[in-house]
């Protein structure tokens, strides 16, 4: 089975070594993951359907084609992760190897429920914005939140998605993060159904 997964930038690709550790503890088979990385935003309109046909095709196709998308963007494009899934479905078309995800509001919603860590790595106390993380709101969405904390906390630096995503994620249990957050377990659960083993209740 091999999956291309298109992400927005470098935290996605932070999350891919925990992604890979987790799914090994789950499949006898690993799939063949290829996570491609758009530095900013993923495609849209014609230019997803053509990425996402040139995927499914030709000598080195893939089985299926997953794309992660944030819903905030910088942009008013998608009102809430069940818009942007319909927006993307609607450009590819109607495709049966293509799945659309989105993270809401963005990516830093699956980091939250790692509150804990952040606040050691920021070396604050400030309090958890809220027990649902994808539900924390689009004006101030959970990377902000992040970079908040960080930039009152006393390690006196902001946040790096490059260098602190990865440190957040380190030697977590991704579960804690799936049992709170929808739009990741239906993400996880997409190729768990792929690789057709069990899904995550």
């Given at each position: 089975?091999?999956?291309?997964?298109?992400?927005?930038?470098?935290?996605?690709?932070?999350?891919?070594?925990?992604?890979?550790?987790?799914?090994?503890?789950?499949l006898q088979q690993m799939p063949k993951l290829k996570f491609i990385s758009y530095d900013g935003r993923i495609p849209k309109a014609e230019k997803l359907k053509r990425n996402v046909d040139n995927l499914l095709m030709g000598k080195d196709a893939h089985d299926a084609v997953i794309a992660l998308t944030d819903v905030y963007t910088g942009t008013n494009d998608f009102k809430d992760a069940a818009?942007?899934?319909?927006?993307?479905?609607?450009?590819?078309?109607n495709n049966p190897n293509f799945y659309p995800?989105?993270?809401?509001?963005?990516f830093e919603a699956w980091l939250l429920p790692?509150?804990?860590t952040i606040q050691n790595l920021a070396i604050?106390?400030?309090?958890?914005?809220?027990?649902?993380?994808?539900?924390?709101n689009h004006g101030n969405p959970p990377s902000y939140?992040?970079?908040?904390?960080?930039e009152t906390g006393k390690c006196q630096r902001s946040y790096s998605k490059t260098r602190d995503a990865a440190k957040i994620l380190k030697?977590?249990?991704?579960m804690?993060?799936?049992?709170?957050?929808p739009e990741l377990k239906a993400f996880i659960n997409t190729i768990l159904s792929l690789c057709e083993v069990d899904l995550i209740p």
């Open positions: 089975m091999r999956i291309a997964i298109l992400v927005e930038g470098v935290t996605e690709k932070a999350f891919e070594p925990i992604l890979r550790d987790f799914l090994k503890s789950r818009d942007a899934k319909d927006k993307m479905r609607a450009w590819v078309g995800h989105a993270a809401q509001y963005d790692y509150w804990s604050s106390n400030k309090s958890t914005p809220g027990s649902l993380p994808e539900q924390v939140r992040i970079k908040e904390i960080f030697n977590q249990d991704l804690v993060s799936v049992n709170q957050c």
